[in-house]
């Protein structure tokens, strides 16, 4: 695909896209996406999504993969990362902000993530995920509409207008049950804390495992109003 297309041609790409994989499978979803833009397709994964960094390469074997280590995460999350470098037909890049938790402490003051969160999402995600994309055409993530009431209108395909680049949610449609089964059946390496009571894993401060009755992203920035990291915005 021609680096020098302009929002105008990526709007109707993602339009049309759009339209015509409502439908279809998460596979194919991504199949398209790598014909359509080959190495310049990435995947920005949690870990917390290892089903989607799995058939993604099942789909596009080498596919490039952005995990921002943020210098927060579990250490279950870490090896996961790891797991997956290893395993799995990937290329793994592990993304870091561009100060160290100390240098972050030392400028802002200790826990900046218990006083000022969105702060801190920026420093350790947003921009480390806007340095990441920049060489690339368009990104997959692992957002899913039923999983909190911010989401239920995530489009498959998506001009992410921040970033000049295609979105691309395959799989958007999908149930906590076809993740479920998704991995039962592909036998995919997951964040043991799934086995611990976490439904929604992101930096170690800011998660807690849900209360029963809570939606699956209850636990995450509790006690703050705040929902998303800002890499979605
Ligand atoms: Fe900081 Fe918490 Fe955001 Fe991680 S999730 S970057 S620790 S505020």
């Not at 999350?77 to 100390?102: C, K, M």
């Not at 702060?119 to 995600?125: D, S």
């Not at 989401?151 to 906590?176: C, E, F, G, H, L």
């Not at 804390?193 to 029963?212: H, K, M």
Request: aromatic residues 8%; hydrophobic residues 40%; contains cysteine.
């Amino acid at each position: 695909m021609s680096s020098t297309l302009v929002e105008a041609d990526l709007r109707a790409l993602a339009d049309e896209a759009d339209a015509r994989l409502a439908d279809a499978s998460a596979a194919e979803i991504v199949a398209w996406a790598r014909e359509q833009f080959g190495d310049g397709l990435v995947v920005a994964s949690s870990m917390a999504d290892t089903h989607l960094v799995h058939l993604a390469q099942a789909a596009a074997p080498g596919i490039d993969v952005l995990f921002l280590d943020t210098g927060y995460h579990f250490a279950e999350t870490i090896g996961t990362r790891d797991a997956v470098a290893q395993a799995y037909q990937v290329n793994l890049i592990s993304i870091t902000p561009r100060q160290t938790v100390a240098e972050q402490d030392a400028e802002y003051g200790p826990k900046l993530h218990a006083r000022s969160p969105d702060q801190c999402c920026a420093l350790r995600k947003v921009e480390p995920l806007e340095r990441g994309l920049k060489p690339y055409a368009a990104w997959i993530n692992g957002m899913r509409r039923e999983e909190s009431p911010t989401r239920t209108d995530i489009r498959v395909a998506d001009y992410d207008a921040k970033r000049n680049m295609i979105k691309i949610s395959p799989i958007a449609a999908w149930t906590q049950g076809q993740v479920d089964a998704y991995i039962e059946d592909n036998q995919v390496l997951i964040n043991p804390l799934f086995f611990d009571g976490y439904t929604s894993i992101g930096c170690e401060p800011c998660t807690r495992r849900p209360l029963p009755g809570e939606d699956p992203r209850a636990g995450r920035w509790a006690g703050f109003g705040k929902t998303e990291c800002g890499l979605h915005a």
